[in-house]
């Protein structure tokens, strides 16, 4: 098919997904993306539209996994159960190449680096309670009610964010990998620190992965103007990219402490 607005975004998307570094050292590590059936994926993605940023991601890497890698899915989204109690749900099990039955928990993170913690966005999520649910519960569950299973991985992709005054730590968590994709936060009282001559995109969900292919950007003080409006009003952070894919996040002065709940 011709290349689409809707099929470059979706193939820059799953390009990101593929072969951007992992978050974690635990990670699965980046692969190469290679000869992409892009009518496929538009009718994949379109079976499966959410504006979940996590769904959308787990869209892409199951893509991936049975279209491209054409691994035998075993199962998706199996939820674990002892005595009627819901334990867990794992992600993907399915057999590789060499026909070894795997579980794989994905996830798509992003964190702001704050007084040596990594917060969310939403600030009730944080790198360690994600890392201390996947390795300690997520994982050990594959192994332990699928006992043919011989490998239990995550698959986790994501950026940190620093602060223009607090640079990356030296001594980042034993859990990050050293090559983990970075960008900036600032607060809202911080919108000088933008540029008013680069232009910027503001990342609308799904996808928050890449530069935006439909969307035009907005100059650096036409941005700050929406920001300044938006912040007298809303608590919700805003994830902008800019043309050389540098991802800033704009929070409210009372991040972290003030929690934007989003379910959406």
Avoid at 19 to 31: F, G, I, K, N
Avoid at 92 to 110: C, S
Avoid at 231 to 243: C, R
Wanted: neutral net charge; charged residues 25%; contains cysteine.
């Amino acid at each position: 098919m011709a290349s689409s607005p809707i099929a470059s975004q979706a193939f820059r998307d799953l390009q990101w997904v593929v072969e951007s570094s992992p978050l974690l050292r635990e990670s699965v590590h980046a692969a190469t993306l290679q000869d992409v059936d892009l009518t496929r994926l538009v009718e994949w993605l379109r079976d499966r539209q959410t504006r979940q940023v996590g769904r959308y991601f787990e869209a892409l890497v199951e893509f991936w996994l049975t279209e491209m890698r054409q691994v035998e899915m075993v199962e998706r989204g199996l939820q674990v159960q002892e005595e009627k109690r819901t334990l867990g749900e794992l992600d993907f099990v399915f057999r590789d190449a060499g026909g070894i039955l795997t579980h794989w928990e994905t996830a798509v993170k992003f964190y702001l680096h704050h007084e040596g913690n990594f917060i969310g966005p939403n600030a009730a999520d944080t790198l360690d309670r994600k890392v201390t649910r996947l390795v300690g519960h997520q994982l050990p569950l594959g192994k332990k009610f699928l006992p043919e299973v011989r490998k239990s991985e995550g698959f986790v992709k994501g950026r940190l964010y620093y602060h223009p005054n607090d640079p990356t730590p030296k001594h980042l968590s034993e859990y990050v990998h050293p090559d983990h994709l970075r960008g900036t936060w600032i607060r809202a009282s911080e919108l000088d620190w933008l540029d008013s001559q680069k232009h910027y995109h503001i990342l609308e969900k799904p996808h928050w992965f890449t530069v935006p292919v439909v969307q035009t950007a907005r100059r650096g003080c036409e941005v700050r103007e929406y920001l300044a409006k938006h912040f007298v009003s809303s608590y919700q952070p805003i994830h902008l990219m800019d043309s050389k894919e540098e991802a800033i996040f704009v929070v409210s002065d009372k991040w972290p402490e003030q929690i934007y709940l989003n379910r959406k």
